[in-house]
């Protein structure tokens, strides 16, 4: 039970991450050269969030919240 309660709570920080980054994009703080890549990742993330909670789902979670982090490290 504590897994998915982490889980969930890795989820909802990639949210964010990912709700902060198109702000800053929006806003021209994010570089441009980065548009393509970020929307990939953000297709990948919000098809992670629909997924039911598993290892492998924490795993991804935790690539893409890497993944974001590096392409607008703010």
């Known amino acids: 039970m504590e897994a998915d309660a982490q889980l ?3 989820m909802h920080a990639l949210s ?3 709700g902060d980054t198109r702000m800053r994009f929006h806003k021209r703080q ?3 050269a980065s548009s393509e890549r970020l929307m ?3 297709g990948e993330i919000n098809e992670a969030l629909s997924r039911p909670p598993s290892p492998a789902l924490q795993i991804e ?3 893409l ?3 974001l982090r590096a ?3 703010h």
Do not use: I
């Open 71 to 73: 392409l607008d490290p």
């Open 30 to 32: 994010t570089p441009f």
């Open 61 to 63: 979670v935790r690539r």
């Open 8 to 10: 969930t709570a890795e």
């Open 16 to 18: 964010e991450l990912l």
């Open 65 to 67: 919240a890497g993944e």
């Open 40 to 42: 990939a990742l953000d």
